[in-house]
């Protein structure tokens, strides 16, 4: 009898286990988000994200410079693809790590001038791409509204020496909406 029980406890323990990896059917796995702190700069970036389970996840940002404010921004226009692993409890949220990669159009080298403090490109502008890494945090409402910090550092690959940047940054404060 003592040893039904204790078999019977092993099989429960396991079974309460495999459980938690598996996915609910009914989960919401698609979301877009919108990033915030950048619309009053003049940059418009937008996200969409699918989770893949309750620990990982794909998506991509678009970034691009809006209205007449492109002469000020280094950076024209990016996309960058992303895998995320979230170390929450909650389906894909929480903690999470991110490598992600960007292709991105850059202005080329940049000429300043003292006297009438002018600001001249030399070169055309450069299409690179970079890699890199990224932490941040997502807080996910029952009604599927999204919160999200995240942050960023990569490295461009190829044409650094054409403009005057080696290193590229992502910073997110992402409002969303899962469905």
Request: no cysteine.
């Amino acid at each position: 009898m003592k040893k039904n029980f204790l078999l019977l406890i092993i099989l429960s323990a396991f079974y309460s286990v495999n459980a938690q990896n598996e996915i609910e059917p009914n989960q919401k796995k698609n979301e877009l988000k919108l990033n915030v702190l950048l619309i009053p700069t003049g940059v418009l970036e937008g996200t969409y994200e699918r989770n893949l389970n309750q620990k990982s996840s794909l998506g991509v940002s678009v970034f691009t410079v809006y209205g007449n404010t492109k002469n000020e921004k280094d950076l024209n226009y990016s996309v960058s693809p992303y895998y995320r692993r979230y170390f929450g409890k909650k389906f894909a949220s929480g903690f999470f790590a991110e490598g992600f990669g960007m292709l991105s159009s850059i202005d080329g080298k940049k000429t300043y001038d003292i006297n009438d403090h002018s600001i001249f490109t030399e070169g055309a502008d450069v299409i690179d791409f970079s890699l890199g890494i990224g932490l941040g945090s997502k807080w996910v409402t029952k009604s599927g509204f999204i919160f999200e910090i995240n942050a960023g550092w990569g490295k461009l690959l190829f044409n650094a020496d054409k403009t005057d940047h080696t290193q590229i940054a992502r910073f997110g404060f992402n409002l969303g909406y899962r469905f």
